[in-house]
C-alpha cells in the first residue's frame, strides 16, 4: 500500500521542493528515446527507494508511539471508517479487488506472527525465534501483494468521501501521537516531507510509464 502521510494539525500538507526537473537533466546527456527514458525511470526508481528507506527509518523511531496511538479507541473508530470505505469503493470498482485485499490481509498477519523478537527476552525462552530469512520472504510477498493493490488504492483514493476519511484518520493519529509524546511531532513533520517527494516521484514515473 502507498505510504501514510501524517499531520501534526490540521493544517495544509508540508510541500517540500525536490527538483525532479534537475535529476533528469543530469542524466540525459547524450540519451535520446528510449535510452533517455529508460534512464529517467531507473533515476527516479532509485531516489524512490531511497525516500522509502528515509521514511521506515523515521517510522521506526517513533513506532511505538504510534502503535499506542493505533490502538487508541478514537483512533480505531476512525481508522475502520476509513478502511470500510476504501474496502467499499475498490470493490465496486474491481470485484477482484476483494481477493487481493484477503490476501494482503493474511500476508499481514504472517508478518506480525513472524517478526517478533530477534533475541528473545529471557521470559521467551521456550518460545521460538523465526529466522532473519523467513520475517524477509514474508515481507516480500506482503510488498509484492501491496504493488498489485496499488493501482486499486490510487483510484478510490480519488474519491472525496475516502480522501476525506483518510485526512480525518491522519489528523487522529498525529494528535495522538503528540499527545502521548509531544517529541514525535517533529518526526511526523519529517514524515510529511518524505512523503511528499515520494508522491511527486510516483507522479514522474506514472507519466514517464504512460508515455506522458
Known amino acids: 500500500m502507498t505510504v501514510r502521510k501524517f499531520s501534526s494539525r490540521r493544517i495544509s500538507s ?3 521542493a525536490w527538483p525532479i526537473a534537475f535529476c533528469l537533466l543530469a542524466v540525459a546527456g547524450g540519451c535520446t528515446g528510449s535510452e533517455l527514458k529508460s534512464e529517467q525511470l531507473d533515476t527516479l526508481r532509485s531516489e524512490q527507494a531511497d525516500l522509502r528507506r528515509r521514511f521506515f527509518a523515521v517510522q521506526n523511531r517513533i513506532r511505538r508511539t504510534q502503535a499506542a496511538a493505533l490502538d487508541s479507541p478514537g483512533v480505531r473508530a476512525t481508522q475502520d471508517r476509513f478502511y470500510t470505505l476504501l474496502r467499499e469503493e475498490m470493490v465496486s470498482n474491481d470485484p477482484a479487488a476483494a481477493n487481493l485485499l484477503e490476501r494482503s490481509r493474511r500476508i499481514g498477519a504472517d508478518l506480525d506472527r513472524v517478526s517478533g523478537p530477534v533475541l528473545p527476552m529471557p521470559d521467551q525462552a521456550d518460545e521460538e525465534v523465526v529466522p532473519p530469512s523467513e520475517r524477509r520472504f ?9 504493488r498489485e493493490l496499488r493501482p486499486h488504492i490510487t483510484l478510490a483514493m480519488r474519491k472525496p468521501r475516502v480522501a476525506e476519511a483518510f485526512q480525518e484518520l491522519q489528523d487522529s493519529v498525529a494528535v495522538t501521537m503528540t499527545r502521548i509524546d509531544p ?19 510516483e507522479i514522474e514515473i506514472e507519466n514517464l510509464e504512460g508515455g506522458g
Open 183 to 201: 517529541r514525535s511531532a517533529a518526526s511526523i513533520e519529517r514524515l510529511n516531507e518524505l512523503t511528499e517527494q515520494m508522491r511527486q516521484i
Open 14 to 16: 508540508i510541500h517540500c
Open 138 to 146: 514474508v515481507a516480500g510477498e506482503l510488498a509484492a501483494a501491496e
